[in-house]
Nanobody, 121 residues
Framework: QVQLVESGGGLVQAGGSLRLSCAAS????????MGWFRQAPGKEREFVSA????????NIADSVKGRFTISRDNVKNTVYLQMNSLKPGDTAVYYC??????????????WGQGTQVTVSS
């Protein structure tokens, strides 16, 4: 069992940066690939990025490539999403998920409660 808690969301102006964190409980965190998804009002939840259990392989959506970076610290049981050059279109609730590596949300077993990111123009 893995429990996930996201933090780091907030309100930022376009062009700004935020770093999201996802703290995981459970001693098996390091065995899980991890991912970030986001969901804007009225839209489907969409894939943002994923990272393998050891951080060696990363997957990232074209819409955020070159602006967002995923990383993890298995000692701290935490996965991060560094978001730079933010745009109003990045406004969404961001979710951390464990257990999958693909862009399909159905491949993930555990989800956090989400953290709101709002980018003003």
């Amino acid at each position: 069992q893995v429990q996930l808690v996201e933090s780091g969301g907030g309100l930022v102006q376009a062009g700004g940066s935020l770093r999201l964190s996802c703290a995981a409980s459970g001693r098996t965190f390091s065995r899980y690939p991890m991912g970030w998804f986001r969901q804007a009002p009225g839209k489907e939840r969409e894939f943002v990025s994923a990272i393998s259990w050891d951080g060696g392989i990363k997957n990232i959506a074209d819409s955020v490539k070159g602006r967002f970076t995923i990383s993890r610290d298995n000692v701290k049981n935490t996965v991060y999403l560094q978001m730079n050059s933010l745009k109003p279109g990045d406004t969404a609730v961001y979710y951390c998920a464990a257990g999958g590596f693909s862009s399909s949300r159905h491949q993930y077993d555990y989800w956090g409660q989400g953290t709101q990111v709002t980018v003003s123009s």
